[in-house]
């Protein structure tokens, strides 16, 4: 199962890992690294074949990973410990793991003990870490028969001791016997160990050790012994916390002068997690030393809160810095998401496993204990290492892959963060077989770089890798200028924020009540886009957002998204005005799919901000501008959390500011912001700096030019670096019925304040860089014949241009083929086209376009109505109207949506069978505005009635759009079909 969502800051390091669950860490250092054995922690499901809290007896294999700068780790896999397949098949599971190693006559032996649950202790014998084991005693070390063992109620949870002498000790046990024994249940035991690892030389003794639980740990420190356990949870209840100086659920140690007693409590060592993260649960632990520094090794439940928050017992490792004082004692350490430190770079011309990261995504490990590689489960998956040291650089990499798909895969490699161009890339063909790969790189690499794996499609599997040290530097990724026109897209996509990932940009939008909805663009150059995806197919599903009589949520829906990337995952947030919600949505792929959330509270215009030390804050408001830190899962404000107002605007009447977009650059943090001239209406870009968060932010407007279009300003959107370095502002300016259209232009920092534009002007031209000039973009307006092919559940997925009208109802549409068509079915009456259901939209094209489409409208009732529209409040639209059996073509306009919501019927003129081809053409040069309505007779077009007069209002808030729609004033169920629609932007009309 895939649990590779990232979770952590660049300056976080715990957990140990994030690709997959694991618990109960017991180190041992061997060879120069550590390695921890842990409890082999898998997804259960329930009966119903749903995942279900941790069953713990069916853990049967024993995690085991290791690293040699307590940062970058290397997963082993697993040690098929228990059950039918497991080495000592006899055991029914494999949990609490330990293992030690011993100088024997016959060499180096690796003992591994775990539990059979609570039954008792087993061993397996190996001759490396990793093994093989095998299973020489075949029955439990120590179980409830053995002496003085009966009434431990667990008789698991084992740590080894081998002293200097050779001499080796055993403790384990756990559990309370019955409710008057918290304070002194006396479950824990020591006993030595025979000479042979696998057998008992003497009685087990008891430990008296205060509210003791489970979780034995013993150490040697100088002359004294310090065994550590788990307190139980009853220390509160009876009042001790304060006397005892330890809480439940804690990491308790104890010294004595022998390995077998007497003890004397000597204070915590560690809290329960849950007192730091909010997420309390088992507590187990390891204390283990490693170049020079103590270190506590112990499991979180914090991992499985932040991906399946309603399941429990998912455990993941966590380790940080134990601090010994010269008295012996030790201080109790906070668990923290920071960790330890890097302790070393890694080599990046060493042989370097492809099964040793710092985090990934979309991942897991395959392959046999000891010969793991890194595969990736999705498109999209990716594996990072941490602080890779190149020196002076390197010009090839060397790796080591296969890869199991059906079709050509791309396997890209960044040296530079999750933002930055790939320094190599390569194409992967399918096989099955291991090849190794040499690849010239294409940027420079010098220093000390994290490095990333990024893998294009399911089942990449990457062994091993190293770079090449090069006299000469290496290629640099070659970069072509583009020149073309500001307006981009020439089409409504309002509230840009772009970000860049490697050579793409990418840019989120507003939709409004649109469905699916917050489309996703995607470019190259800054100049050219196409609609990558959507974050949606449908929000809440509440009545006015599925149309429902005559709720709407015209004007309202999603707007404002806040676009972040960080850490391998894509963030979005934004509101939606009819829910009263902050929507924020994740995905480790920009195509999805993306998982839904909230975030308590309401933020107007938000912005989401990453800063460097891994706080996340959003910034939001009208006219008062505020700052607001989230929690770590970035689900509602941080308990406590940096809360401030940081820009305030007063005396503006029109248009406060609002539109929140917060970056940082050189250290120093922008706030970029819309307003309008307070002496009349014109947007206005404004931008605020500070060189801290808690300080003061000055600014002013930045950028009050209208490009010589009826004083329309252009102002709101985002701001990205480009491959070449230079930065460009992404805004939009209004351009009438058509919409909000982005408009792009050069910017540069001077003196802490950004310069936009040209001369304080938005360039007729504009030049960027590119890696990929011949790029052929998918059109924004897609004509569509509606030949699909259908999924394995009969469904089609439409060409990502299409929206529907609020949510659709699945039910009542379909594609059909031979001849290849969609169809409405209607299931309600309505009084005017803006109630319809399934209305199939595009957006309308600048300066000029036109669409078409064929309706067949045998299958209406009387009453309906079914064709081509202008959508928007002031709508127009020409249909196939079936009336007391006949059929007509029809015009309705609305021109005033209060006076005449029905509209108007401007035209009707009766047809010769029920099917006629239908065109509506749209003309918005300098606010012209107008749509014109045609229908096909014969072999001509005519025009039906006169042009109809569009205007963008609130009432929508979006751009106008061409519609395809039925919908029924009189009985349900008719249907009409649509065939061979197309689009086309034109620079002009045709006479």
């Given at each position: 199962m895939d649990t590779a969502i990232s979770r952590r800051h660049m300056d976080e390091n715990n957990p140990v890992i994030t690709h997959r669950f694991s618990a109960d860490p017991c180190a041992l250092v061997y060879g120069g690294r550590v390695?921890?054995?842990?409890?082999?922690?898998?997804?259960?499901?329930?009966?119903?074949?749903?995942?279900?809290?941790?069953?713990?007896?069916?853990?049967?294999?024993?995690?085991?990973?290791?690293?040699?700068?307590?940062?970058?780790?290397?997963?082993?896999?697993?040690?098929?410990?228990?059950?039918?397949?497991?080495?000592?098949?006899?055991?029914?599971?494999?949990?609490?793991?330990?293992?030690?190693?011993?100088?024997?006559?016959?060499?180096?032996?690796?003992?591994?003990?775990?539990?059979?649950?609570?039954?008792?202790?087993?061993?397996?014998?190996?001759?490396?870490?990793?093994?093989?084991?095998?299973?020489?005693?075949?029955?439990?070390?120590?179980?409830?028969?053995?002496?003085?063992?009966?009434?431990?109620?667990?008789?698991?949870?084992?740590?080894?001791?081998?002293?200097?002498?050779?001499?080796?000790?055993?403790?384990?046990?756990?559990?309370?016997?019955?409710?008057?024994?918290?304070?002194?249940?006396?479950?824990?035991?020591?006993?030595?160990?025979?000479?042979?690892?696998?057998?008992?030389?003497?009685?087990?003794?008891?430990?008296?050790?205060?509210?003791?639980?489970?979780?034995?740990?013993?150490?040697?420190?100088?002359?004294?012994?310090?065994?550590?356990?788990?307190?139980?949870?009853?220390?509160?209840?009876?009042?001790?916390?304060?006397?005892?100086?330890?809480?439940?659920?804690?990491?308790?140690?104890?010294?004595?002068?022998?390995?077998?007693?007497p003890f004397r409590l000597g204070g915590m060592l560690l809290k329960n997690p849950g007192d730091n993260f909010g997420c309390y649960g088992k507590n187990h632990h390891s204390i283990f030393s490693y170049k020079g520094k103590w270190y506590i090794a112990y499991h979180t439940e914090i991992m499985t809160h932040e991906l399946y928050p309603e399941l429990n017992g998912y455990r993941s490792p966590f380790i940080n810095e134990l601090k010994v004082n010269p008295d012996g004692t030790i201080d109790c350490c906070d668990a923290t998401r920071r960790g330890v430190a890097q302790l070393s770079p890694v080599d990046a011309y060493a042989e370097n496993s492809g099964a040793c990261i710092y985090d990934g995504a979309g991942i897991c490990m395959s392959g046999k204990t000891g010969e793991t590689a890194v595969e990736s489960l999705r498109a999209g998956g990716w594996s990072m290492v941490k602080g890779v040291d190149f020196g002076k650089g390197a010009d090839k990499l060397v790796l080591s892959v296969s890869y199991s798909g059906k079709k050509n895969a791309r396997l890209m490699v960044f040296a530079d963060g999750f933002d930055a161009l790939p320094c190599a890339e390569i194409e992967l063909k399918p096989s099955q077989e291991t090849e190794e790969r040499t690849i010239e790189l294409t940027c420079d690499t010098a220093g000390i770089r994290n490095v990333r794996f990024a893998f294009g499609e399911k089942g990449i599997r990457l062994a091993a890798w190293r770079f090449v040290k090069g006299d000469k530097p290496p290629k640099r990724q070659k970069l072509t200028e583009v020149t073309g026109e500001p307006l981009l897209t020439c089409a409504d996509f309002p509230d840009p924020d772009v970000i860049r990932l490697g050579d793409a940009y990418y840019m989120a939008t507003t939709t409004m009540h649109f469905m699916s909805g917050c489309a996703i663009l995607k470019s190259h150059d800054l100049l050219h886009w196409e609609i990558c995806s959507h974050v949606f197919s449908s929000l809440d599903n509440t009545p006015a957002q599925c149309l429902e009589g005559a709720?709407?949520?015209?004007?309202?829906?999603?707007?404002?998204?806040?676009?972040?990337?960080?850490?391998?995952?894509?963030?979005?947030?934004?509101?939606?005005?009819?829910?009263?919600?902050?929507?924020?949505?994740?995905?480790?792929?920009?195509?999805?799919?993306?998982?839904?959330?909230?975030?308590?509270?309401?933020?107007?215009?938000?912005?989401?901000?990453?800063?460097?030390?891994?706080?996340?804050?959003?910034?939001?408001?009208?006219?008062?501008?505020?700052?607001?830190?989230?929690?770590?899962?970035?689900?509602?404000?941080?308990?406590?959390?940096?809360?401030?107002?940081?820009?305030?605007?007063?005396?503006?009447?029109?248009?406060?500011?609002?539109?929140?977009?917060?970056?940082?650059?050189?250290?120093?943090?922008?706030?970029?912001?819309?307003?309008?001239?307070?002496?009349?209406?014109?947007?206005?870009?404004?931008?605020?700096?500070?060189?801290?968060?808690?300080?003061?932010?000055?600014?002013?407007?930045?950028?009050?030019?209208?490009?010589?279009?009826?004083?329309?300003?252009?102002?709101?959107?985002?701001?990205?670096?480009?491959?070449?370095?230079?930065?460009?502002?992404?805004?939009?300016?209004?351009?009438?019925?058509?919409?909000?259209?982005?408009?792009?232009?050069?910017?540069?920092?001077?003196?802490?304040?950004?310069?936009?534009?040209?001369?304080?002007?938005?360039?007729?031209?504009?030049?960027?860089?590119?890696?990929?000039?011949?790029?052929?973009?998918?059109?924004?307006?897609?004509?569509?014949?509606?030949?699909?092919?259908?999924?394995?559940?009969?469904?089609?997925?439409?060409?990502?241009?299409?929206?529907?009208?609020?949510?659709?109802?699945?039910?009542?549409?379909?594609?059909?083929?031979?001849?290849?068509?969609?169809?409405?079915?209607?299931?309600?009456?309505?009084?005017?086209?803006?109630?319809?259901?399934?209305?199939?939209?595009?957006?309308?094209?600048?300066?000029?376009?036109?669409?078409?489409?064929?309706?067949?409208?045998?299958?209406?009732?009387?009453?309906?109505?079914?064709?081509?529209?202008?959508?928007q409040g002031r709508f127009g639209q020409i249909a196939v109207k079936k009336q007391d059996d006949e059929y007509f073509v029809s015009l309705i306009l609305r021109d005033d949506a209060e006076m005449m919501p029905a509209g108007t019927e401007a035209a009707c003129v009766r047809l010769r069978r029920s099917s006629v081809r239908l065109r509506v053409r749209f003309d918005f040069r300098d606010l012209t505005d107008i749509a014109t309505f045609y229908y096909r007779d014969c072999d001509s077009w005519k025009q039906l009635g006169k042009p109809h007069q569009l205007r963008f209002m609130l009432d929508h808030f979006t751009g106008c759009r061409v519609g395809l729609f039925a919908y029924s004033t009189q009985s349900i169920g008719g249907e009409a079909a649509f065939m061979d629609f197309t689009i086309s932007a034109l620079e002009s009309l045709e006479v």
């Open positions: 390695y921890l054995y842990m409890s082999g922690d898998r997804l259960c499901r329930g009966a119903n074949g749903e995942y279900c809290d941790n069953a713990y007896e069916s853990i049967t294999g024993i995690s085991v990973i290791s690293s040699a700068d307590m940062v970058n780790w290397t997963d082993h896999g697993e040690i098929k410990a228990a059950g039918a397949e497991g080495i000592a098949s006899w055991a029914v599971s494999a949990i609490a793991p330990c293992c030690v190693v011993k100088n024997t006559p016959s060499g180096e032996r690796f003992y591994l003990y775990f539990s059979n649950s609570g039954r008792g202790i087993c061993v397996l014998e190996g001759l490396s870490p990793l093994g093989p084991f095998t299973d020489t005693l075949k029955v439990p070390l120590v179980s409830h028969e053995t002496e003085n063992c009966a009434d431990i109620p667990w008789v698991f949870d084992p740590s080894v001791l081998i002293d200097d002498d050779g001499q080796a000790y055993l403790y384990f046990g756990g559990g309370i016997p019955d409710d008057d024994c918290f304070a002194c249940p006396l479950t824990s035991r020591v006993v030595r160990l025979g000479s042979d690892m696998t057998s008992l030389c003497g009685i087990p003794q008891a430990i008296d050790a205060p509210y003791h639980f489970e979780g034995s740990g013993i150490n040697k420190i100088g002359k004294t012994y310090y065994f550590s356990y788990c307190s139980n949870w009853k220390v509160v209840r009876d009042g001790m916390r304060d006397k005892l100086g330890f809480g439940n659920a804690a990491i308790v140690y104890m010294t004595a002068p022998t390995p077998m007693g709720q709407n949520i015209y004007g309202k829906g999603m707007w404002a998204a806040s676009l972040r990337y960080r850490a391998g995952t894509f963030y979005i947030t934004f509101i939606a005005n009819d829910t009263g919600k902050t929507y924020i949505y994740r995905a480790e792929d920009i195509r999805g799919p993306w998982r839904a959330g909230t975030i308590e509270g309401f933020y107007y215009d938000n912005s989401l901000f990453f800063d460097d030390d891994g706080r996340a804050f959003i910034v939001h408001g009208n006219t008062t501008i505020r700052l607001t830190e989230l929690n770590e899962e970035l689900t509602a404000p941080k308990e406590n959390g940096f809360d401030t107002v940081i820009v305030r605007e007063k005396g503006n009447s029109i248009l406060g500011y609002e539109g929140s977009h917060m970056y940082k650059f050189d250290g120093r943090y922008y706030l970029f912001m819309i307003h309008s001239l307070p002496s009349r209406w014109r947007r206005v870009q404004a931008c605020f700096s500070s060189d801290s968060l808690e300080g003061r932010f000055t600014g002013g407007d930045v950028l009050t030019d209208d490009m010589g279009y009826f004083d329309q300003g252009v102002a709101q959107g985002g701001i990205v670096r480009a491959e070449d370095g230079k930065w460009y502002a992404v805004l939009f300016q209004d351009r009438g019925a058509v919409g909000r259209i982005p408009v792009l232009m050069p910017m540069r920092f001077e003196a802490g304040r950004p310069v936009l534009g040209v001369c304080g002007k938005v360039p007729k031209q504009v030049s960027v860089m590119t890696s990929r000039p011949d790029y052929k973009y998918s059109p924004i307006w897609q004509s569509d014949d509606f030949n699909y092919v259908p999924d394995k559940n009969g469904h089609c997925e439409l060409k990502n241009a299409w929206e529907f009208n609020h949510t659709p109802d699945a039910s009542l549409w379909r594609i059909e083929k031979e001849p290849s068509r969609f169809v409405i079915k209607t299931g309600k009456l309505c009084t005017n086209l803006t109630q319809a259901r399934n209305t199939l939209t595009q957006r309308a094209a600048y300066p000029c376009c036109e669409a078409e489409v064929t309706v067949d409208g045998s299958a209406l009732s009387n009453g309906d109505f079914a064709g081509i529209c202008a959508l």
